[in-house]
């Protein structure tokens, strides 16, 4: 037990300057969306915005597009901007395939020397995947509430951070779950460039099916394979909440690769 939480704090010393980097980037950024939604609203800019959208997007986005064109909706966009959520999962990819790194480095041959249980690296990889989502998001919702508190209409308020709430849980059980998979390929793997490489080939191509399914209904079906399929911003703006069925997936899809991750670190030969 000693042993093993000697590893993770090792893992999270390790990652601690990307952390923080990245949680001060986000946490900006929300307030800066908070900013640029005060501005519009003065300006009464939202109505314009509107007639320069392509179709194609204004059917992809449907009845939310009201929404995402208001002071809430602005705020919003920070938990679903493909810049933000590739940062997410992008960090989760790099914390859980730390297991590969250290295989190929022979560094886990000197963990594993010592009186220390199998699974640990495995379980070290789960609870710094699981503070790194939670660091992030805190920071992101820390942003939004701030920016919310210094610049936003007071009716607004309430009604934004509920809507940033529902989208910082779904949001969160999505990067856990892409952190699952990194780390089942992980385990597998012997070189951290193929296992992120991998990984992220993975999240990049199931992101850009469910994009496609969102405005060919023939992409639907396949898309149905896609974690992405169960982030659903748009529907949250609408004030919808969370759907169960959503969360149940994606961690139905994060305990899989957890349990595969785990049989197959136990059997491979290192």
């Given at each position: ?86 940062a997410l999962v992008g960090v989760a990819i790099a914390v859980t395939t730390e297991t590969a790194g250290e295989i190929e480095t022979r560094f886990m041959d000197l963990v594993l020397s010592r009186p220390l249980a199998r699974h640990w ?88 099916l469910d994009y496609i399914a969102r405005v060919w209904s023939p992409a639907r079906w396949p898309d149905r394979i896609s974690p992405f399929r169960y982030y659903v911003p748009l529907d949250l703006i609408l004030g919808g909440g969370v ?28």
């Amino acid at each position: 037990m000693r042993n093993g939480l000697q590893l993770l704090r090792h893992s999270l010393r390790r990652y601690r300057t990307l952390l923080v980097s990245v949680c001060f980037l986000l946490a900006g950024f929300q307030v800066l969306l908070a900013l640029a939604g005060k501005s519009l609203t003065e300006l009464n800019a939202f109505g314009a915005i509107q007639n320069f959208i392509p179709d194609f997007l204004k059917q992809a986005l449907g009845e939310s597009l009201v929404s995402v064109m208001s002071f809430g909706g602005i705020v919003s966009i920070g938990y679903f901007h493909v810049a933000v959520v590739g940062a997410l999962v992008g960090v989760a990819i790099a914390v859980t395939t730390e297991t590969a790194g250290e295989i190929e480095t022979r560094f886990m041959d000197l963990v594993l020397s010592r009186p220390l249980a199998r699974h640990w690296p495995v379980t070290r990889s789960i609870a710094v995947l699981a503070a790194a989502t939670l660091s992030m998001l805190l920071a992101m919702r820390c942003g939004t509430w701030l920016g919310l508190r210094l610049l936003a209409p007071a009716e607004v308020r309430e009604s934004a951070l509920r809507i940033t709430r529902d989208l910082a849980v779904n949001l969160g059980a999505e990067v856990f779950c892409w952190g699952a998979i990194a780390l089942a390929v992980a385990s597998i793997s012997r070189r951290r460039s193929t296992a992120s490489g991998l990984a992220s080939l993975l999240a990049l191509t199931s992101y850009l099916l469910d994009y496609i399914a969102r405005v060919w209904s023939p992409a639907r079906w396949p898309d149905r394979i896609s974690p992405f399929r169960y982030y659903v911003p748009l529907d949250l703006i609408l004030g919808g909440g969370v759907p169960a069925t959503s969360l149940v997936v994606l961690l139905g899809i994060s305990a899989a690769a957890l349990v595969f991750a785990y049989a197959a670190f136990s059997r491979r030969d290192l």
